[in-house]
């Protein structure tokens, strides 16, 4: 496994972290600490809403108030796990009972794809926005520099995590990378893979974690962690660290926008993509807004029916 030295300009993270610094981290995301009670899992969530799309729920949070909840429940002392369903996700969720636990399992459960977000609205329930971690892997950053809080990043060919913890240290002078590790491919078939990773986050303990493995590998990873780290918050977030070491590409934001990231990325590696994108998620997907669509034609008729009842 791939455990490279850390950039001298990145400050390494003490194992204490200053209460006082979360406070002012908790204050730059708008969010009262009050907002997370209880359990990170339980009565937080439940206070805010979750909304069904494509069989998975959903919290219905802006981007701003998930890195909100994320560092008021660091501040009480309490981690998590962010898991960001897309189409493929739900559709695996729909075959997969493993799968649709690890998502209903996790905190947090953000939309990562445009297509959730129209559903959403056409059946009357909309979440505010698309989240993905490629975004929050930048927003959470923020916020933990801020409030003196430490990274760690799983994932990525050797080198790129390192680079990833460069770009990300530039931007947020002052953020503490607590380290990176870069596994080997098939690490999480070996009681050795897996001790391995265990460790080096154990030793340097920290507070958010960026694993960007893949669904689900990442999130089975987070899921075998949790235990040994439980005041830490785990992000499952994909290609993100890629995006952040320069070494892939993300799509302009006006594809992000229109729901065509996708497209960008079947460009970009069709030989990895096609069937993913073309055979699977793209019928899922068309499925699923045909149904939003229909619901939503009914409740509009129903509506109409009330309307002219009443006159």
């Keep these: 496994m791939a455990r490279h030295p850390l950039p001298a300009r990145s400050p390494i993270a003490p194992r204490g972290r200053s209460g006082r610094a979360l406070a002012a981290a908790a204050a730059d995301a708008d969010i009262d600490a009050d907002a997370v009670t209880g359990s990170a899992t339980g009565a937080g969530v439940a206070a805010r809403g979750r909304v069904t799309v494509g069989g998975v729920a959903v919290d219905t949070l802006t981007e701003q108030a998930v890195v909100g909840h994320v560092i008021a429940a660091l501040l009480q002392g309490r981690g998590g796990h962010v898991v960001t369903p897309n189409v493929d996700i739900c559709r695996a969720c729909s075959r997969d009972p493993?799968?649709?636990?690890?998502?209903?399992?996790?905190?947090?459960?953000?939309?990562?794809?445009?297509?959730?977000?129209?559903?959403?609205?056409?059946?009357?329930?909309?979440?505010?926005?698309?989240?993905?971690?490629?975004?929050?892997?930048?927003?959470?950053?923020?916020?933990?520099?801020?409030?003196?809080?430490?990274?760690?990043?799983?994932g990525g060919p050797p080198g790129v995590a390192v680079r990833a913890a460069e770009v990300l240290g530039d931007r947020y002078p002052g953020l503490r990378v607590a380290g990176v590790v870069s596994p080997p491919f098939g690490f999480e078939t070996s009681a050795e893979g897996l001790a391995a990773v265990r460790e080096a986050l154990m030793r340097a303990r920290p507070d958010l974690v960026f694993v960007g493995l893949g669904f689900p590998k990442q999130d089975r990873l987070i899921g075998l962690l949790r235990g040994d780290l439980p005041r830490a918050w785990f992000i499952g977030c994909g290609s993100a660290?890629?995006?952040?070491?320069?070494?892939?590409?993300?799509?302009?934001?006006?594809?992000?926008?229109?729901?065509?990231?996708w497209l960008f990325r079947l460009a970009a590696d069709p030989g990895r993509l096609a069937r993913r994108y073309l055979v699977d998620d793209l019928p899922f997907a068309l499925r699923l807004l045909t149904v939003c669509l229909l619901r939503h034609a009914a409740r509009r008729l129903r509506r109409n029916h009330r309307e002219a009842d009443g006159l």
């Excluded at 947090?108 to 059946?123: E, F, N, R, T």
């Excluded at 975004?135 to 959470?140: F, V």
Aim: net charge negative.
């Design 98 to 154: 493993e799968v649709r636990a690890i998502v209903a399992g996790a905190d947090l459960a953000v939309p990562d794809g445009m297509p959730l977000v129209w559903a959403s609205k056409l059946l009357g329930t909309p979440v505010p926005e698309r989240i993905t971690g490629a975004d929050l892997i930048w927003s959470l950053s923020e916020a933990a520099a801020s409030g003196g809080l430490s990274v760690y990043l799983v």
């Design 241 to 261: 660290i890629g995006f952040a070491a320069g070494s892939m590409r993300r799509a302009p934001e006006w594809m992000r926008r229109s729901g065509l990231e």
